[in-house]
């Protein structure tokens, strides 16, 4: 028989850490299944600068580490697992069964979704040929490869921004290509990529095309109001134009929104009883850090009264 648990968290980035936080301290019987390392997205970021406490800003992998060592404190069990599918239960008192790629299950009461979403691609001829060949998804990663030599970013958000800044640390120039005239980024990120001199920045621009024989030796580039062409040399492209969510195990069963972000009231409830969402996966304005950990203590106290609830044992 599988162990049943008050809790089954998935996925262990800031929002689901911090719902193992709280659904610890509540004294719920939970566990988090993380496929990879704990932090998710913040373990590939260099410096957090806006998540409150740090005025000189946090390293991505610490603060994962510390939020990670802060939930197991209060008792959060963490599983390396990866969750495969969701059977739902017929009567309330019952448990939702959660089957784990490795073929094992476990069952628990209400389940937390907090898988993030995964960075989007180009799709252009040459970016997957030349994928860890020059082409990358991750500046924390790679940027160092890049020292004194010549890289693009592609993107305008926030990631492209703050990375383009990461990697002229390292790189002689860097060129960020974006398809609009002004970026959507944070505007204190923009003030220092136009005072950054080893940054030059290509708007109304999109790319067609990455060459190289095998490794990345130019980016084709095209302005969408004049149609030119040109091609820029570089030994590095970093694609940073957004996410998907990692909602596609349970799409079948819960409510999501046109671009696949689960759909949540203001509790992080779904529209499955007991099954809640918080994080990057979920429809909201502003994916942060911060606005995950919030997410999390509310998705961990929407449950923790669920499970209360339907064990008789609620305080009202
Ligand atoms: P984002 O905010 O969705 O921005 C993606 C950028 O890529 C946009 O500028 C978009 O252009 C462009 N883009 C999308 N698809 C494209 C395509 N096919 N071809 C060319 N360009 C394309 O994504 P993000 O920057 O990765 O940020 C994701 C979330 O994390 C955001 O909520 C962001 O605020 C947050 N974040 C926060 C921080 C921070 O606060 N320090 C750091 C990183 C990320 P358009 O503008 O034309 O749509």
Known sequence: M???????????????????????????????????????????????????????????????DWMLKQASHFGLEVRP???????????????????????ARLEALSVIISTGAAWNSL???????????????????????????????????????EDALFLAKFAAKVTIVHRRDRFRGAKILQERVFANSKIEVCFNSVATGITGAGKCEALEIKDVKTDAARSIKVSGVFVLIGMIPNSGIFKA????????????????????????????VRNKLLRQVVTAAGDGATAAFSAQHYVERIKGVEYK
Not at 85 to 100: A, H, S, T
């Open 2 to 64: 599988p162990e049943t648990y008050d809790i089954a968290i998935i996925g262990g980035g800031p929002a689901g850490l911090t719902a193992g936080l709280y659904a610890s301290r509540a004294r719920m019987r939970t566990i988090l299944l993380e496929k990879a390392i704990c932090g998710g997205q913040i373990v590939t970021t260099d410096t957090i600068e806006n998540f409150p406490g740090f005025p000189d800003g946090i390293k991505g992998p610490e603060l994962a």
């Open 81 to 103: 697992a990866e969750a495969g599918g969701l059977i739902l239960k017929d009567k309330e008192n019952e448990p939702f069964v959660i089957e784990l790629t490795d073929g």
């Open 123 to 161: 799709g252009i001829p040459g970016e997957k040929e030349l994928t860890g060949r020059g082409v990358s998804y991750c500046a924390t990663c790679d940027g160092p490869i890049f020292k004194g030599k010549d890289v693009a970013v592609i993107g305008g958000g926030d990631t492209a921004l």
């Open 253 to 280: 069963v819960i409510k999501t929104d046109s671009k696949g972000y689960i759909l949540c009231d203001d509790d992080m409830k779904t529209s499955l009883d007991g099954v809640f969402a918080c994080g990057d």
